[in-house]
């Protein structure tokens, strides 16, 4: 497997007189890093233009692609997602959740019957992926929400509505 660069991804976010946001995204021509910058800061100029809104941020992604990938296998599916429930880093009595699509069976209690559906906190890989999101760690839950890093974390195997075919 090797990730590719597909593309680059640039967006504006505005708001109105309620702080009501909105979104427009982009999807550029360029095919460099830099010309993607200089593309969007005229695309914001333009936007700006026509737009009576106020500009919050905007940015730009490079989406990639796996070029060899392969389905998984069968008793996998999108519909299913573990939930991380965990500690807030500050207060105790606050808890935050996160989600996993189509986890991996191993990272529950047992693999069948009603431990299935029960998420193991302490098995390793479930520590490592929450900690992404506690202090010190590469990312925030929602809006800067953090995890007491190393748990405790709990949380369940649900099933979320599938959207498409």
Known sequence: MAWQPLDYVGEIVAVDNGGNKARRKYNLTAIDHATALADMLVIL?????????????YGIKTQFYNDALALPGVAVQAEAVATIVGVDSVNPLKYHTTTVPMPETDVFIATSGAGANILDGEHQDV?????????????????????????????IRATRRKRGG
């Open 45 to 57: 100029a333009a936007f700006e233009a026509v737009c009576a809104g106020g500009t919050v941020s």
């Open 127 to 155: 520590i490592d992926y929450a900690n992404i999101f506690a202090v010190g760690g590469k990312a925030t839950i929602s809006d800067g929400e953090l995890f007491l890093a190393d748990g405790p974390f709990e949380g």
